[in-house]
């Protein structure tokens, strides 16, 4: 079992004036990980709020992974990409690149994402976007992945070599279990 936390970024929110939908998108795709969601807070699209929210969760809660939702656009409200890599010890950059790319398949407007992802410490911290859809997207691309990262995170994880792996010889895929 792994533990999270779940920080949704909208001034409206913050102020009772918007459902906040896309944490119950994500309580809901995430379900097959097995999570115990300890800490959920909705924060105004404030830098100071999200960076605190995120070094308290991270620092003093241990979480295993952070999902944020909401602020990662274009908007000049929008600074949860920034406020998030203040915080990081390390930046891990496929899964935004991942969820940009997958998603900008479904439509143009992905590109418009400017979400990050990294490390604090032992925390997987992840931006995701503000719309429960888009959410829904990125999550089912990232999902295969979560698991491992965060066994990893805790020194859990089985070495990479002992997975299946992948070999290209003669331009064909060979695979190999060990």
Not at 107 to 117: E, G, W
Not at 125 to 146: D, F, M, Q, T
Request: contains cysteine; proline residues 4%; glycine residues 6%.
């Amino acid at each position: 079992m792994f533990t999270g936390g779940i920080l949704t970024v909208s001034d409206k929110g913050a102020r009772g004036e918007r459902q906040d939908k896309s944490s119950k998108v994500i309580r809901k795709c995430l379900t097959p990980l097995d999570i115990q969601w300890e800490r959920y807070e909705i924060v105004p699209d404030v830098r100071e709020s999200i960076e605190n929210k995120l070094r308290e969760w991270a620092d003093e809660a241990n979480l295993d992974l952070i999902l944020t939702t909401g602020g990662t656009g274009l908007s000049p409200r929008d600074i949860t990409p920034e406020a998030t890599l203040a915080i990081l010890d390390k930046v891990a950059l496929g899964f935004a690149e991942v969820m940009r790319i997958e998603t900008l398949k479904k439509t143009p407007l992905a590109m418009l994402s400017r979400a990050v992802a990294g490390i604090r410490k032992n925390t997987l911290i992840i931006n995701l976007p503000g719309s429960p859809k888009a959410v829904e997207e990125c999550l089912e691309v990232i999902l295969p992945a979560l698991s491992h990262a965060i066994e990893t995170l805790r020194g859990e994880a089985i070495e990479c070599a002992s997975r299946e792996i992948l070999s290209y010889k003669e331009d064909k895929v060979i695979h190999h279990a060990h």
